[in-house]
């Protein structure tokens, strides 16, 4: 029989290291599984899930013990769930891809290495589908969720460093600006479009 700390028998709700009862191997935290394409959306909704289930350290940061640290087996099993969790919502392939990485963190990391890099191509395709996009049948409210989905995942990939001066703070009230000038800029040409037809 191994030894077990004590306190591990009390767990707090509240410690990552704490699995509720309802917790299992199978259960899908996010309604989509991961196949490639919008990686950013699909980390952001994982990112919460893991948050609700207290578990964001497993993905954020290497938290393994020592495998000597009594917390040790503990972990191990948390860990596997989580890693449970994250394969549950891969497609087959790209869950096959990582399925002997050795935690929940290396294998995010794994994917975050593959899929969460800005790459050229996705950044001008992001940027032309804001430029060139327009109202068509939406009404203002659904033609600007259009929008902030796009110009959503564009910040995502084109995130900017973590900064205590607050450059970045101002950075992100420019990108904000610009985001209300373009929409304000194409909702303008839209309304002078229509006018130059109708008249």
Request: glycine share 4%.
């Amino acid at each position: 029989m191994t030894n077990q700390d004590p306190s591990l028998s009390f767990l707090d709700h509240s410690d990552p290291l704490f699995l509720h009862p309802a917790d299992h191997p199978g259960l899908l935290l996010v309604s989509k599984p991961f196949n490639g394409s919008n990686f950013g959306s699909w980390k952001k909704s994982m990112s919460i899930a893991l948050s609700a289930k207290n578990k964001l350290i497993f993905i954020s940061s290497n938290s393994q013990p020592s495998v000597t640290d009594l917390k040790f087996p503990q972990w191990k099993r948390c860990n596997d769930m989580v890693t449970s969790w994250i394969l549950n919502v891969l497609s087959q392939d790209i869950a096959e891809s990582v399925l002997y990485s050795d935690s929940a963190y290396d294998i995010w990391k794994e994917l975050e290495n593959r899929y969460g890099q800005a790459n050229g191509a996705k950044l001008f395709q992001l940027e032309k589908d804001i430029r060139l996009s327009g109202q068509g049948t939406n009404d203002i409210a659904g033609y600007f969720t259009k929008l902030k989905k796009n110009w959503d995942e564009l910040n995502t990939l084109s995130s900017l460093p973590i900064c205590s001066c607050g450059a970045a703070q101002a950075c992100k009230n420019l990108m904000k600006t610009n985001v209300l000038f373009n929409f304000l800029w194409v909702s303008t040409v839209i309304t002078i479009t229509l006018e130059v037809i109708s008249s």
